[in-house]
């Protein structure tokens, strides 16, 4: 009898002591988010938006991954390799390679990882969803500025991004399309500066040394934007060439605020980072996601640049 009663009293305190601990702490959801870099202000844009998102979720560990450069693709699915052999909840990348992470993207799904696309997206039919713009409509866009802005007749040129890139490639395809409607306007160079300042200032002393009544650029991204307006400068030709950047940094809003740019066509990439995220989340607790979350577009010239300044 009093050895049944110590018995008891004893699973008691365990009891009382279980009580008094609380409730166990769940494990963290664990999320890797797969940028292409982080040497440019679009993309810490992206990072910074991605963070917040996560502030708002306290279940959830964040961590945000890049290669050094936008080129390193074979980096960048060494990082997703890492990150499917961690066995994180969720994993959303921004490919810088298509056909290149697709692949590894076939193993995370093995892995029974949602994968969630950002920016650029894939033909890859497991992904729980695709967050970004329609890069051929920005591109048209583009177009569209570039007709009206030369009044329908001239020269123009195209910097891209790296070649084979999806994003670029659509952005390319869009102006093209649209510049193709207008018979007196000729597109005399396609060519590709990896999405880099400086390669983007090269290949624009190149096309100006080759067509010096060259009359319209249109850049694929920012920072080719920045390198191709240095070398205009160069050649004393400011304001003489339209040019059209893509991504909107501030920077390249400062110069179009003073007329050195003519427009860039506009993304919102903290909204790309907040929407990834709080669509893995969904994704990593097995939740419905969204099939496509547009974050938008924009034509900025010098009458609604100070809106986006802010």
């Known amino acids: 009898m009093c050895r049944w009663t110590r018995r008891t009293w004893f ?3 365990l009891l009382f002591a279980g009580a008094c601990s609380g409730p166990r702490k769940s494990r963290q ?3 890797a988010f797969v940028i292409k870099a982080l040497d440019s202000e679009f993309w810490l844009r992206v990072k910074n938006g991605a963070e917040a998102a996560a502030r708002t979720a306290p279940e959830v560990k964040l961590t945000v991954l890049a290669p050094e450069r936008e080129i390193n693709i074979d980096q960048q699915v060494t990082i997703l390799e890492d990150q499917i052999v961690k066995r994180v909840a969720a994993l959303a990348v921004a490919p810088a390679g298509v056909w290149e992470v ?4 076939d193993k995370a799904k093995a892995a029974g990882i949602p994968v969630l696309i950002a920016d650029t997206d894939v033909p890859w039919a ?4 695709f967050i970004g713009i329609d890069n051929r409509l920005g591109g048209k866009l583009a177009g569209a500025y570039v007709v009206n802005a030369i009044a329908g007749h001239g020269k123009v040129a ?3 991004g790296i070649p084979g890139v999806a994003t670029h490639e659509a952005r390319i395809a869009g102006f093209l399309e ?3 409607k207008v018979p007196g306007i000729e597109c005399v160079a396609v060519q590709p500066a990896n999405s880099e300042r400086a390669t983007g200032m090269a290949v624009m002393e190149n096309v100006l040394t080759l067509h010096r009544d060259l009359r319209a650029v249109f850049a694929t991204n920012d920072q080719m934007a920045l390198g191709a307006l240095e070398a205009i400068a160069a050649k004393r030709r400011t304001g ?11 920077e390249t809003l400062r ?3 003073s007329g050195a740019l003519s427009a860039v066509i506009a993304q919102h990439p903290e909204r790309i980072g907040w929407e990834t995220v709080r669509a893995a989340i969904q994704a990593a607790k097995r939740n419905p996601v969204a099939a496509w979350v547009d974050t938008g577009t924009a034509v900025v010239t010098r009458d609604n640049v100070a809106r986006f300044l802010q």
């Open 178 to 180: 649209e510049i193709g």
């Open 240 to 250: 003489q060439i339209v040019l059209v950047g893509f991504d909107a940094g501030r």
């Open 29 to 31: 959801l664990e999320i």
């Open 102 to 105: 697709i692949p590894v993207l």
């Open 255 to 257: 110069a179009v605020q």
């Open 158 to 160: 195209v910097i891209g």
């Open 126 to 129: 497991s992904k729980r969803g």
């Open 11 to 13: 699973a008691g305190v």
